[in-house]
């Protein structure tokens, strides 16, 4: 479990802190604080515990109208502002010596026409268009002692039908991915044209880390978002087939992080331990997935 984190969003939660976080695991990543004094709490305990710190940017909330920073915008002067955002937030949290700051990518989103969007979660309507932004990323990693993530957003055609990606990825191989397991699987549930596991294979050599939990999608809709991923939970049911993605991973990358985003007060205590036990072996031992669905 020493590469296992929890995330806190919103502030310090010291009840989810006590019930999520186990002795061992490797960190903790912090989204939208709403006080200072919370994230003075987050350092102390860091410090105190010897545990890493991780920001989903933005590690303050109030600071924009957007959670995201539109670093890929097609207007100069959006994307001049959003670097400038970025790099305020970089120097204040610097005290904080972050291990790594997690940024959601592509920003804005390019949206395959091809694909009803309807039921994905953008936070705002000016979400949408395309540039890289590495080099720049990539500088303020080393300026800032931080590895720069990506977190993948909606994908389009660029990222899982080309090596347009791979290729900056291996050009700036200080940049790192997050893939996100439920949005994985939601866009793979409304894109005919999407292979979740696909893109695991072809990716998780990249990431630095995972964001895990799970969701049920059937014709009736998509429910128990952010659940956590228990072994009960099958694919059949219309759960995401979470046993063929740790087994990808497991086989890519052992190493990488894998941070549980999901919502641990809808499930027991034996629940979550169970969720952990289930983890820890499908990325400790060979294991051939036994879900019903599509087979790797």
Known sequence: ?????????????????????????????ACLFESEMDIRILQRESQAKGFAVGVHFPLR?????????????????????????????LAYMAFLSPTYVLFH??????????????????????DYVWEQVFAWLAEKGKEFHFTPVLEFDALNR??????????????????????D??????????????DARKVIQTYTKYAFSIHLKSMKVTASGVEFVHFPVLPESKPEEGWAPIEDYLTIIRKE?????????????QVTDEQLER????VKD?????HESTSSSNSI
Not at 107 to 115: C, G
């Open 253 to 265: 990358n052992p190493h990488v992080k894998i941070m549980f985003e999901h919502r641990s007060d």
């Open 158 to 179: 660029y990222v899982y039908e080309t090596k347009f990606l791979e290729d900056l990825l291996q050009k700036y191989p200080t940049i790192k991915l997050c893939l």
């Open 61 to 89: 909330a109030g600071q924009s109208k957007l959670r995201d920073a539109l670093f890929m915008d097609a207007h100069d002067q959006t994307r001049a502002e959003a670097f400038e955002r970025i790099e305020r937030e």
């Open 1 to 29: 479990m020493k590469n296992f984190m929890i995330g806190q969003y919103g502030g310090f939660d010291q009840a989810k802190y006590a019930r999520d976080f186990k002795e061992g695991f490797y960190g903790i990543e």
């Open 275 to 278: 969720c952990y036990r289930w």
């Open 105 to 126: 990518y592509p920003k804005p989103v390019i949206l395959d026409d091809r694909v009803d969007w309807n039921v994905w979660r953008f936070h705002d309507t000016r």
């Open 181 to 194: 397991t439920g949005r994985l699987f939601l866009q793979e549930k409304i894109d005919p044209c999407f």
């Open 282 to 286: 499908l990325l400790s031992e060979p």
